[in-house]
């Protein structure tokens, strides 16, 4: 199913970002400079790829479609599970941010802990997160929903898509990801 087989690529990049982010607050606990414009675009990263295209595709499509077929086992599954983790994930992004502001005029260790605790939680977050959507929830999705429903969810999947390749988004991040993760990894 085209609309559940994008959503796993996406995790495969974004498990990579996670990995970049764990990778960085390693460097930073054994007491490197951190690299502030590069901690910056991947704040970007998780809240333009992770979350807008990522989550932004799960909770305006596949999800909405869930919740409205497949009754009131998937509507829990997905409200207190997958959204509440959703907001979590943006909920450390937004800290993260913070903490990075606060590194430009203040190195001290109470801020270096909340960059790593920030990065690595959200890094840890979303692996959770995204081995329960590959081996529950898509597959609940993809044994559940009727044809036509798997159908209406590969249609909005793609104009979401064309949206999105209009202004580059994919391609944008994806090449960063690359560079980011050569470099780091
Ligand atoms: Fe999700
Ligand atoms: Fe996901």
Redesign the pocket.
């Known amino acids: 199913m085209y609309g559940i087989e994008l ?1 796993i690529k996406e995790h495969e990049n974004i498990i990579q970002f996670t990995e970049v982010l764990k990778k960085l607050s390693v460097r930073l606990l054994e007491g490197e400079e951190l690299n502030i414009e590069l901690l910056k675009q991947c704040v970007e990263f998780g809240k333009y790829y992770s979350d807008k295209q ?2 932004g595709k ?2 305006k499509i596949l ?1 909405r479609v869930m919740i409205e077929k497949l009754g009131p086992v998937a509507s829990k599954l997905i409200k207190n599970g ?2 509440v ?2 907001d979590l ?1 943006r909920y450390h992004m937004t800290k993260l941010l913070e903490a990075i502001d606060l590194y430009e005029t203040d190195k001290s260790s109470e801020v270096k802990i909340q960059l790593i605790c920030h990065a690595t939680g959200y890094a840890d977050l979303l692996k959770r ?2 081995d329960k ?1 590959n081996a529950v ?1 898509y597959t609940f999705a993809e044994r559940s929903l009727s044809e036509e429903d798997k159908e209406l969810v590969n249609k909005e999947t793609e104009i979401f898509e064309k949206e999105a390749s209009k202004n580059k988004v994919q391609e944008r991040y994806l090449s960063w990801l690359k560079g980011v993760s050569k470099k780091i990894l």
């Open positions: 959503l990522h989550h799960e909770e999800f997958m959204l983790e959703h994930g997160h995204i959507e929830v």
